[in-house]
Every structure is written in structure tokens, then in C-alpha cells.
């Protein structure tokens, strides 16, 4: 054995020769990109369950592939060519489920899941397990805040069309707005795979960052006099109301946009094991360990979709750009319709709830009560902004099927 | 629902048509999900004020029924500092609430006297 040749061998085999390949700078920056947001996840604590996950994803996928010419370095864990396959109808794999499993790397076999919207969904599965929609229930008029809060949403998709991204981009960048992560990843993986990189990393930290972002707007639309407004306690809400909400809303919504099925009937199904009384074993499952399990697939295969090639482009700045301007339209546009109800309820409703409109349950909801708190110290703020939270929920999604039906 | 030929082609005013017509679907749709919800709550509300009716009449006329100098001719119990007139509250719900006050306060319960303790309905406040 020629010793020499077995360490030069190894040493072109190795990866640390990618940096020196074209665009090879391009995978440093993404690491430290990776490791700002594993700094952001672990010691600031922003949205750490999937931000971790992403990040690692991130590093992972920079470290093992050095994408030159279209071709991905022989050990990759992820494979943007065999996705670009995938999605061409001129292309032998199109389509082809088989291609990825034969061809692919571990990430790429994850991915699927994401692609597929099987993630999303089961997420959205353990949501509606952990959620408690009687604030909704007691106080039905709280669905015209999560309504109204989607307003970043189509303002966000409006001004990515005039930058120049196509329709079904805009649509998957407006979406940020919605403030949901799992309905962003869905229907960006529908509309515009090669954008969920950035749109994912962009709605997680936005979601993570919303007690930075929403009380500035939330006292400059406010006067303190609304701020101090205490809300009277809503009515209890029957076990029957509660079994029939999911019900009800599954079929009411679903029958009005049937691409909101895959998210609105897994939200709806985990509220009814939560609520039916008869399936604690199966909600206990759902909101703890299918919930971690699909967390942990879910940041990893997203975080893989930041290849330096595509993620290192003028278009992630405008996303990320894009995604605060939709936030912050988000949360407009609860206030507002918020002080609306203020002036016709004679002053009985607190216009600070609006802002949890957007979803982000329940960090929305938590930033209405402490906003309140702040001005009102007696105030409670925390179940009567629930209510809107979890509208906000069903409202993105409604926003997605809707999108979802015009790009698709 | 294939809106435009391709999507590539978007205009602004086309996109600007989409948005203003994609948030009143959200609009519109919420907006009938909330009057299902009002009209079930109602129905569930009604129901509720029935069966409360007919509990409270079932207490009432274990409690109230007591003509209030009837009431008053019942024996104190010893240590008592007086009667306690009770509106839509059942006794262990009264006995809880008179315990938590004097705890609060930390004095004795017979040094306390409740004069009455009513139910507040939140329609009420």
C-alpha cells in the first residue's frame, strides 16, 4: 500500500476539498449561517424544538455536499438534483418516489414526509390535541380577529408578485404571515419547494421573535385607555359544544375549500380524541410522542433544503424582507379589526387581543396578556386572547387552502 | 380552481385581485363558521338556563322556600355569629366560600357575619 497515495486519496475524497471547488465559499457561509441559528435555538431559546433541528439539518447537508454543476458531492445526505428530477414532467423520474428511494441519502428519504405534506399534517394532528378552543367557543366573535390577522398574508403575497416572484412563490412567501409554521412548510412544499429553505427558517424565527415584534405596533395603534379596557369573564362552555366544534368545523370548512383538508381535518381529528373523552390514550400519543417524533423528522428534513447554491441568493433576502412585512401586517390587521370591536361593543372588548389573531399559539396570546398586564395591572388578558389565537390557527389555514386552490 | 392560464404570468393587478378576494374568502368563511358557532352556543346556552332553572328551583325550594322568619327561628349553631341568607348558592358552595373568606382574612369563622351570598351570573356584571 502506497501510503501517500492513500492520504492524497483520501484527502481529494474528503470534504474539506468542497471549500476549495467552485462556489465551495458558499458552504462556509452556510455553516456559520447554521451555527447562528443553532446559537439563536439553544441559548436564546427561539423556537428551540425546530429550530435546533433545522439548523443541524442545515449544517449536516452544507457539510456533505458540495453541489457543482448540478451534480451532488457522492456521500450527500440530501440531493437537490434528484428533487429537480422529481418535479420535472420531461425528466424519466418524474414523479417518482422510487428515484429518491433508490438514489437518494438519508435526508433525501426524510424529505419525503415533507414533501408529501405528512409532517405538516401530523403536526397539525398534535395541535389540535393540545388545544382548547372554548375561549374560541365562549366567544365566537374572537374568528373575526384570526380573520382579520391574515391580512399580512395576501399584502405579503401582493408585494412579492411586484419584486417579480411568481404567483405560486408569492403565495408560499405570503404565507409567513399566517404565523403558522406547519402550514407554511405545507403549502410551500406544494407550491414552491425550491423557496422552503428560506420561508421555513424565515416563519420560525419571526414566530420566535414575536414578543419583540408586536408590542411596538401594538402601542402605536393602541391608546391607553383601550389598553386598559378589563374584559368581562366569558361563559363556560359545555363537554357537548366541545365535541361538536371539530365536528362542525371539519365539515363547514373542508366542504368550502377542500384543499384545506389534509390540515384542517388532522387539527380537527386530534380536538376531537382531546375532547371526546374516550380516546386519551390516542390525544396522550398525539401531542407527546408522535408530535416530538415528527418535530424531529420535520426540522432535519427541512433544514436540509438550505443548499448553499440555492439558499445563498438575492431571493432570501427579499423572503426574509417579505415574511417580517407580512408579520407585521398580520398583527395590523387584528389590531384594527380589534379597536373595531372596541367602538361597537361600547368599549367592553380590549383591541390588544387582536393582535393574537395571527397564530403562533400560544407566544400571541401570552404577548396580548403581558401588553395588558403592563398598562392594567389587574387586567387578565390571557383566555379572552386565546380565543382569536386559535381562530388565527384556522384562519391561516383557510388562507393556505385558498392559495393552495388558485396555484395548484 | 385554475385562476390564471399559468401562474408565471401574474400581473399586479391580478395578484392585487387575488389578495383582495383571497382575504375575503377568509373573511367570509370565518365569518359563517362564527354565526354556526353563535347558533349552536345559543342553543346550548338555552339549555343550560333551563336545567339551571330547574336546579335552582329544586334548591330553592329546599332553601329559599324557608320563609326568612322561619329562617330566623332556626337555632344557631353554637359559636355562630348569625344567619346567612343564601341566593342560588347551595350550602357546601356557601360553607366553602365563608371558609376561604376567613382564611383569607385569618380570623375565626365565628367571628365573621355574613349577611347573605349571592351567586353573580355574568350577564350580571
Not at chain 1, 403565495?171 to 406544494?190: E, Q, Y
Not at chain 1, 432570501?316 to 417579505?322: D, E, K, N, R, W
Not at chain 2, 332553601?63 to 353554637?78: F, K, R
Request: proline letters at 5%.
Amino acid at each position: 500500500m502506497d501510503i501517500f497515495e492513500t492520504l492524497k486519496a483520501l484527502l481529494e475524497d474528503s470534504g474539506f476539498m468542497g471549500f476549495f471547488l467552485d462556489g465551495g465559499w458558499k458552504n462556509i457561509v452556510m455553516i456559520i449561517v447554521a451555527c447562528v441559528l443553532l446559537y439563536l435555538g439553544i441559548k436564546k431559546q427561539f423556537e428551540p424544538l425546530l429550530l435546533v433541528g433545522i439548523a443541524f439539518g442545515c449544517l449536516l447537508v452544507n457539510i456533505s455536499n458540495f453541489y457543482v454543476d448540478g451534480v451532488s458531492s457522492p456521500d450527500a445526505l440530501y440531493h437537490p438534483e434528484l428533487w429537480e428530477q422529481f418535479l420535472d414532467e420531461s425528466s424519466e423520474h418524474y414523479h417518482s418516489y422510487g428515484n429518491i428511494m433508490a438514489n437518494g441519502g438519508l435526508l433525501d428519504i426524510l424529505y419525503i414526509g415533507v414533501k408529501t405534506g405528512l409532517y405538516p399534517s401530523l403536526i397539525f394532528l398534535g395541535i389540535g390535541a393540545m388545544t382548547d378552543f372554548g375561549p374560541l367557543l365562549s366567544n365566537p366573535k374572537s374568528l373575526l380577529l384570526g380573520a382579520a390577522a391574515q391580512m399580512g398574508v395576501f399584502l405579503a403575497f401582493f408585494g412579492a408578485v411586484c419584486l417579480g416572484f411568481t404567483g405560486p412563490q408569492a403565495a408560499s412567501i405570503g404565507i409567513i404571515g399566517g404565523a403558522d409554521g406547519p402550514t407554511a412548510i405545507f403549502l410551500t412544499s406544494r407550491l414552491a419547494p425550491e423557496l422552503l429553505g428560506p420561508i421555513a427558517i424565515a416563519a420560525y424565527s419571526y414566530m420566535a421573535l414575536i414578543p419583540l415584534i408586536q408590542p411596538p405596533l401594538m402601542k402605536l395603534l393602541t391608546t391607553e385607555k383601550e389598553r386598559k379596557v378589563k374584559m368581562v369573564q366569558t361563559r363556560q362552555v359545555s363537554k357537548t359544544e366541545k365535541i361538536l366544534f371539530p365536528i362542525i368545523v371539519s365539515m363547514f370548512v373542508i366542504l368550502l375549500l377542500p384543499s384545506t383538508a389534509p390540515l384542517i381535518g388532522c387539527l380537527m381529528l386530534g380536538n376531537l380524541w382531546r375532547e371526546c373523552g374516550v380516546t386519551a390514550r390516542l390525544s396522550d400519543t398525539v401531542q407527546n410522542a408522535l408530535m416530538n417524533i415528527v418535530t424531529v423528522f420535520l426540522g432535519i428534513s427541512v433544514g436540509a433544503t438550505t443548499v448553499a447554491s440555492s439558499f445563498l441568493s438575492l431571493q432570501t433576502l427579499y423572503i426574509v424582507g417579505l415574511g417580517l412585512l407580512a408579520f407585521a401586517f398580520s398583527t395590523v390587521g387584528g389590531l384594527l379589526v380589534g379597536k373595531l370591536m372596541y367602538k361597537l361593543s361600547g368599549g367592553k372588548i380590549n383591541p390588544l387581543i387582536g393582535s393574537a389573531g395571527v397564530s403562533a399559539v400560544p407566544m400571541a396570546a401570552r404577548v396580548s396578556q403581558d401588553v395588558g398586564k403592563k398598562y392594567n395591572p389587574s387586567n387578565f388578558l390571557l383566555m379572552h386572547a386565546m380565543g382569536p389565537n386559535v381562530a388565527g390557527v384556522i384562519g391561516s389555514a383557510i388562507a393556505a387552502g385558498f392559495l393552495l386552490a388558485v396555484f395548484k | 380552481m385554475n385562476v390564471f392560464p399559468t401562474s408565471d404570468e401574474m400581473g399586479i393587478g391580478e395578484a392585487g385581485i387575488t389578495a383582495i378576494f383571497g382575504y375575503a374568502v377568509v373573511f367570509v368563511g370565518l365569518f359563517i363558521l362564527m354565526v354556526v358557532l353563535h347558533i349552536m352556543g345559543a342553543i346550548f346556552k338555552a339549555r343550560e338556563k333551563k336545567e339551571t332553572a330547574a336546579n335552582s328551583g329544586v334548591q330553592s325550594g329546599s332553601v329559599s322556600a324557608i320563609p326568612d322568619a322561619q329562617v330566623e327561628s332556626v337555632p344557631l349553631a353554637p359559636g355562630s355569629a348569625g344567619h346567612v341568607k343564601l341566593y342560588d348558592v347551595p350550602d357546601k358552595e356557601a360553607a366553602m366560600v365563608m371558609a376561604v373568606v376567613a382564611h383569607k382574612m385569618q380570623r375565626p369563622l365565628n367571628e365573621l357575619h355574613f349577611i347573605s351570598i349571592k351567586e353573580v351570573k355574568s350577564d350580571e356584571v
